[in-house]
């Protein structure tokens, strides 16, 4: 049974950075594509960044250019640089395994993200 456990949420002010990470408990871990989910207030949990298991990134338009996805097989982790915040990338951050529209694993407990203006 695969567990995610994210951490690095805070707030910050509008143009300032975090560094979100996502621990996998698991053996397959590097096999396994991953992914960044925001749940903003009121709105569904959407996909923001992925990291394929060859370290091919994709991210939302909306996070293009301001967010970088990386992963470190060794530490069986994925982080989420973020940069240049703004309002609207708050919400509760969560990390999975995309699998098309669905996930593979259970959903952790998030990290929460507030951005001031």
């Known amino acids: 049974q695969v567990q995610l456990v994210e951490s690095g949420g805070g707030l910050v002010q509008t143009g300032g950075s975090l560094r979100l990470s996502c621990v996998y408990s698991?053996?397959?871990?590097?096999?396994?594509?991953m992914g960044w989910y925001r749940q903003a207030p009121g709105k569904q949990r959407a996909l923001v960044a992925e990291?394929?298991?060859?370290?091919?990134?994709n991210y939302a338009d909306s996070v293009k250019g301001r967010f970088t996805i990386s992963r470190d097989n060794a530490k069986n982790t994925v982080y989420l640089q973020m940069d240049d915040l703004k309002p609207e990338d708050a919400g509760v951050y969560y990390c999975?395994?995309?699998?098309?529209?669905?996930?593979?694993?259970?959903w952790g407990q998030g990290t929460q993200v507030t951005v001031s203006s």
């Open positions: 698991g053996r397959t871990f590097s096999d396994n594509g």
């Open positions: 990291i394929t298991s060859s370290a091919t990134t």
């Open positions: 999975n395994v995309p699998f098309g529209r669905f996930v593979k694993a259970a």
